[in-house]
């Protein structure tokens, strides 16, 4: 090669390298702003030991929650005594005694006992919208039917109906409590717990033995167990005489000498849920995480709750409501769901009890409102590792969870979140170092789920679905971890007092 060549090839190879500089600072430049996106790293790692302290406080507090209201009536009672104890007035007695609320004020409303929204009043006025955490507290379960007890072969059972969408092959062969309320035709209300306490009877749901299960392990997962052979086990003990349905009349006896169940009629009104056996329980080695039933949503529900409860001494400009509704896992239908009108019917009565009603100003507060739809998220399970999308999943120990949106397939039953207020919850969840990652249910095509966010958006308020992942979802018993639980309610509180 002579020294012309030679020179035209330096030439050539000293402008590729000042291109490539260019490019590189060009993606350095780009990267400066990507750096403010939220990294997928473990929480734990950027943790002292005095957060350590208030997340395990939490924890001790979430998991005696979660042991104790398995249902909606349980979680609606902790609820109320919680917020009566830190100053919540009921709104009934206010609208009775005809009490003008002012900044500052706190109250609650309960719909049927089993739906409650809280409110603390703030500076502004409520036709400039609320700051709403809305969760539910309804879980998947076992219903009686109105007609539950028969006796058949000397064993006595209580006929189910599940509520919610479970796999139900998880239900049987596990000690379940019975929890609810029977009330009698005289207005008097029973509650009932039986299970949960060591000397406690507990109940199954029973299943064919391996050895003669060749046939029934040749069905599909979703009809191994049917719906109508979700039954329960509740005796076998017969009364002395040897009568007919002498198990059945053996039940009914203890019934009414044990728990006040006079007649076998008072099952028609009744409400009786058989619901996972035990508490819940610190998980793994490092304790790092939590095993218990009901924690979609009632993770969601307690996170709000405390958030709101510890804004009771702050001052706020926008009103705060914490709002924990029933019917979720069937639709949200009937007076206690979202798509009744008991929020938009409290909202009035609040805005009168303030002297600020009118017809406009419950639009305009609606309308001005800003919410996170408190839900939880599919966690990532490297078990199944094919039916996430790594790069939009959400990962147990990496932060509080925000899906944009849910839904099915091409986002269809969904309520996509604007920018606009994703960029708003950006900076705030920063300014008040939150950890959060954002994610979807799954795989594009591989189903999907909703939440209440879409009933709230129709109003034209701002929401999107926030909350913590969680790993066996709808199972009887689900995981979650104990970082995710604090940093979730460090994002409602900061939400609560930044917007």
Same mark, same amino acid.
């Given at each position: ?8 090839? @330096?030439?050539?190879? /000293? ?18 702003? =990507? ?11 950027? &943790? ?8 395990? +406080? ?5 998991? *005696?929650?979660?042991? $104790? ?12 005594? $919680? ?8 709104? #009934? ?59 058949? +072969? ?33 207005? /008097? ?20 033995? @391996?050895?003669? +299960? ?7 997962? #979703? ?58 329980? =610190?998980?793994?080695? *490092? ?8 924690? *979609?949503? $009632? ?8 958030? %709101?409860? =510890? ?18 896992? !069937?639709?949200? &239908? ?46 990532? *399970? ?43 919850? $950006?900076?705030?969840? #920063? ?20 939440? @209440?966010?879409?009933? %709230? ?15 066996? %979802?709808?199972?009887?018993? =689900? ?6 639980? &604090? ?11 930044? !917007?």
């Amino acid at each position: 090669m002579d020294d012309k060549t030679m020179n035209a090839q @330096i030439t050539k190879l /000293r402008e590729r390298l000042r291109r490539w500089k260019k490019i590189q600072t060009e993606k350095d430049n780009l990267n400066t702003e =990507e750096e403010e996106m939220p990294k997928k790293f473990s929480v734990w790692n950027d &943790y002292k030991d005095e957060d350590k302290v208030a997340l395990e +406080s939490l924890a001790a507090g979430y998991i *005696d929650f979660l042991s $104790r209201c398995k249902t909606e009536r349980e979680s609606v009672v902790e609820a109320i005594k $919680r917020a009566e104890a830190v100053g919540y007035k009921n709104l #009934d007695d206010v609208i009775k005694n005809k009490i003008q609320l002012q900044p500052g004020d706190k109250v609650y409303c309960v719909c049927m006992k089993k739906t409650v929204a809280l409110f603390q009043i703030g500076t502004e006025p409520l036709e400039n919208g609320l700051k709403i955490l809305g969760a539910h507290i309804d879980t998947c379960r076992l219903d009686l039917k109105q007609n539950p007890l028969y006796e058949e +072969s000397g064993l006595a059972y209580m006929d189910t109906h599940y509520y919610g969408g479970i796999k139900k092959y998880q239900w049987v062969t596990m000690p379940l409590a019975l929890h609810g309320v029977i009330v009698k035709k005289s207005g /008097r209300v029973l509650n009932v717990v039986i299970g949960e306490e060591e000397g406690d009877p507990v109940f199954c749901v029973t299943d064919l033995l @391996i050895h003669l +299960s060749q046939e029934q392990l040749k069905k599909t997962a #979703d009809k191994v167990i049917e719906g109508d052979k979700l039954d329960v086990l509740v005796g076998n003990y017969p009364l002395k005489e040897g009568s007919k349905e002498s198990v059945k009349k053996a039940i009914l006896r203890l019934l009414k000498e044990n728990y006040g169940v006079s007649t076998e009629k008072d099952f028609l009104s009744a409400e009786l849920a058989l619901v996972p056996a035990g508490k819940a329980r =610190e998980l793994g080695f *490092d304790r790092s995480m939590i095993l218990g039933y009901g924690q *979609d949503d $009632r993770v969601c529900a307690y996170t709000s709750l405390v958030a %709101m409860l =510890e804004a009771a001494e702050v001052p706020l400009k926008k009103t705060a409501c914490c709002l924990l509704v029933d019917k979720e896992e !069937i639709g949200s &239908y009937g007076a206690t769901g979202m798509k009744s009108r008991f929020f938009e019917n409290t909202l009035a009565e609040l805005l009168n009890a303030c002297g600020q009603y009118s017809e406009l100003a419950l639009r305009r507060a609606l309308k001005n409102s800003f919410m996170l739809s408190s839900d939880v998220s599919s966690a990532y *399970d490297a078990l199944y590792a094919n039916a996430f999308d790594k790069n939009n999943v959400a990962y147990l120990g990496k932060g509080m969870v925000f899906n944009k949106f849910t839904g099915a397939r091409g986002k269809s039953g969904s309520s996509d979140a604007n920018a606009e207020y994703v960029a708003k919850l $950006r900076n705030i969840l #920063d300014k008040n170092n939150v950890h959060y990652q954002f994610s979807e249910l799954g795989k594009v095509d591989l189903g999907g789920g909703g939440t @209440i966010a879409y009933m %709230m958006a129709e109003y034209g308020m701002e929401v999107i679905d926030s909350g913590v992942g969680v790993l066996n %979802m709808h199972a009887p018993w =689900e995981v979650t971890s104990k970082i995710d639980i &604090y940093e979730t309610k460090k994002g409602y509180s900061a939400f609560l007092s930044d !917007i």
